[in-house]
């Protein structure tokens, strides 16, 4: 068994290589990844030297690389973690977003047609059903919630959903699709909330919350994200789309208190600063079918999850702070500076 995994590099990927790989010695694990700002080589060095796995530098874009990569390894299976991943830089750069979300899915696609595959496994978003009211807490996105974007991240996401589902219908090819909630836990990218809140926290800055801070997302622990997909892999059905989330509803602001409180700095800490442009008020997965059929449930509770990824983030200070001393403080700079 041959898996490709794009975007591995990345925070989710990374995270279901070191799953597959310790849970599946014998299968042979080829991560193909940009390397873009948010792939991170030194993120895959505990498994690089493993003889299971091989990293390759390469753009979903690329045909001819894509091509040649499915002619060297034959995959059996891939899964495409490959992505812009941040809503913040698709409002102040839509298209680079248009092409690897929904192009360079094209392409896997393709390659997966002419050299044949047993799954092509399309990780994707709640954010694809847009957002739901404060106020009926009682509703919640299934996998018949229609499609109905706020962001140009989610509308790529959208976008490549439907090719995808698309590809399996006109050319049978044998798709699944996963829709999870927003994902925590180490390796993190710290441009989105929690890393950025733990990073700014143990650096004593401002911790900039967005409005009120009221606005609500689904977290959900990296390894039940990465269990659920293993799960699909293997006994999903084809042509189906499945929702990941695991009923933890959190507002933003409680999310940088507990952080606060965690790290023993002071809430005077929090920035109200300017909201984000369309920002989605609430997210809330109902994962009734991948627990009916899959029988798969969240294994991690918020307050264990969050207590390891404060740890991770406390013990691997390098890791991080090689990124924010980068290009990232131009980023921090056009994204926070006067807002
Ligand atoms: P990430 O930004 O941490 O990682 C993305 C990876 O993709 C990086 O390693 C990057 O180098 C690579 N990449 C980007 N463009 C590429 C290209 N053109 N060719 C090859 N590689 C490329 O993202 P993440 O948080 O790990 O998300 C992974 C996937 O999961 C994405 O598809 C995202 O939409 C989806 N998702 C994320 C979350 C979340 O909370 N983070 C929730 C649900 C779904
Ligand atoms: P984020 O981690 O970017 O994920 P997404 O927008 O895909 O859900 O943001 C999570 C929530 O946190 C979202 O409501 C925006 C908010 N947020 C802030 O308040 N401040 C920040 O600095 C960031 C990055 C996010």
Redesign the pocket.
């Known amino acids: 068994m041959t898996i490709l995994v794009?975007?591995?590099?990345?925070?989710?990927?990374s995270n279901f290589i070191f799953h597959m790989l310790a849970k599946y010695p014998d299968y042979r694990i080829v991560c193909?990844?940009?390397?873009?700002y948010?792939?991170n080589l030194s993120t895959l060095a505990s498994v690089m030297d493993n003889p299971s796995f091989r990293f390759v530098k390469?753009?979903?874009?690329d045909r001819q690389g894509v091509y040649r990569l499915f002619e060297e390894e034959h995959p059996n299976m891939v899964v495409n973690?490959?992505?812009?991943?941040?809503v913040d830089r698709s409002i102040e750069n839509p298209e680079v977003f248009l092409q690897?979300n929904i192009l360079?899915t094209q392409v896997l696609m393709d390659a997966c047609r002419k050299y044949g595959i047993d799954r092509f496994h399309q990780?994707?978003?709640?954010e694809v059903y847009g957002d739901l009211p404060l106020d009926q807490p009682d509703l919640f996105f299934t996998e018949d919630t229609p499609i109905h974007t706020s962001s140009p991240y989610s509308a790529s996401?959208a976008g490549a959903d439907l090719l995808v589902l698309a590809y399996h219908r006109t050319f049978g090819l044998p798709v699944t699709i996963s829709r999870?909630?927003?994902?925590y836990g180490p390796y993190?990218?710290p441009e989105?909330l929690i890393p950025l809140m733990i990073a700014n926290a143990l650096n004593d800055k401002p911790l900039p919350v967005y409005g009120q801070g009221l606005n609500v997302r689904d977290w959900l622990y990296v390894e039940d994200h990465c269990i659920a997909i293993d799960l699909i892999l293997h006994r999903g059905r084809v042509g189906q789309v499945y929702n990941i989330g695991g009923h933890n509803e959190m507002r933003n602001i409680d999310i940088v208190k507990i952080i606060c409180a965690a790290l023993g700095k002071s809430e005077s800490l929090i920035t109200h600063v300017t909201d984000r442009k369309g920002h989605d008020m609430r997210y809330a997965i109902d994962p009734a079918k991948i627990h009916n059929q899959l029988g798969w449930l969240p294994e991690t509770k918020f307050a264990d999850g969050i207590r390891k990824t404060i740890r991770w983030y406390l013990d691997n200070r390098e890791w991080w702070e090689e990124i924010i001393s980068g290009e990232y403080r131009n980023y921090y700079e056009r994204m926070y500076g006067g807002r």
């Open positions: 794009t975007g591995g590099a990345g925070f989710i990927g193909l990844d940009k390397l873009t948010a792939g390469l753009d979903i874009c973690f490959a992505a812009e991943s941040h690897t360079g990780v994707s978003t709640d996401k999870c909630s927003n994902n993190q990218f989105k």
